[in-house]
Structures are given as structure tokens and as C-alpha cells.
């Protein structure tokens, strides 16, 4: 396969592969049970993304990425709950910015339908999580 689109679409994966340890972490940091359960909800998501990544690479003829990003790192070293969930929500960002710069020059129409329901379901997550966190008091 193209060797640039198997790069990008294995830094996503690595990306939702630290999105999904991420928030598994924070879900034990949660006071809130509603905030813990949709930080499962949302960890689901991000392993169930990168399952779907790793197929596409493999059904178009590349490796699949078995690493983790290094956006664990970065918010374990945020002290609180808040900062964290702010610095999940701006990686989710990021990726949907990175989906949206290149799906439209994506020829696989099987690959650029999956990132598109991908980029809307972060943009559903981010906003569920900026909400709850919106009437969560702060921890
Ligand atoms: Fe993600």
C-alpha cells in the first residue's frame, strides 16, 4: 500500500491505541460514576477505532502499528482530573483535524467512510465529555 497513507493511518492508530489507556486510566480517577461510565463509553471507542485502523492497513496490503502513542505520558504527567480530561479532549481534536486535512483525497471509499464516521464520532465524544466536565464539579 502507499506508504504514506500507511503511515498516517498508523499514527491514528497509535494515537487511539493511547486514547484508549488513557482514559481506562482516568476512569479510576472519576468521583462521578456518570463521568466514569462515559470515560468507558468513550475508551471503547478509541480501541474499537484502532482495531478498525489496523484491519484497514491490513486489508490494503500494509503492517498494522502495534504501538502505543506517547499521550500517555503526556497526561500522566497532568496532575488533575480536569487537566487531563482537557488534554484528552485537545488530542481528540487533533485527530479529527487530521482526518478532515486528508479524507477528502482518500480513493479507498471503504477507508474515507470509516474515517468519516470516526472523525464524527470523536467530535460526538469530545463534546460529551466537555459537557459533562461543563457540570461535573471540579476534582
Ligand atoms: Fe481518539
Redesign the pocket.
Known amino acids: 500500500m502507499d506508504a504514506d497513507l500507511e503511515s498516517f493511518l498508523n499514527i491514528l492508530g497509535e494515537?487511539?491505541r493511547a486514547?484508549g489507556r488513557v482514559l481506562h486510566e482516568l476512569m479510576g480517577l472519576c468521583d462521578s460514576l456518570d463521568l466514569s461510565e462515559l470515560l468507558r463509553k468513550v475508551s471503547h471507542?478509541?480501541g474499537y477505532?484502532a482495531g478498525e485502523l489496523a484491519g484497514h492497513v491490513r486489508r490494503l496490503g500494509g503492517t498494522p502499528s502495534s504501538k502505543t502513542g506517547d499521550f500517555v505520558e503526556k497526561v500522566r504527567a497532568v496532575a488533575d482530573l480536569r487537566g487531563k480530561l482537557d488534554l484528552l479532549n485537545r488530542?481528540?481534536r487533533w485527530?479529527m483535524r487530521k482526518i478532515d486535512e486528508r479524507v477528502g483525497s482518500i480513493a479507498d471509499e471503504r477507508l474515507a467512510a470509516f474515517l468519516r464516521v470516526m472523525a464524527e464520532a470523536?467530535e460526538t465524544?469530545i463534546g460529551a465529555v466537555d459537557k459533562m466536565m461543563a457540570s461535573t464539579p471540579p476534582q
Open positions: 494515537a487511539e486514547g471507542d478509541e477505532f488530542g481528540q485527530v470523536h465524544n
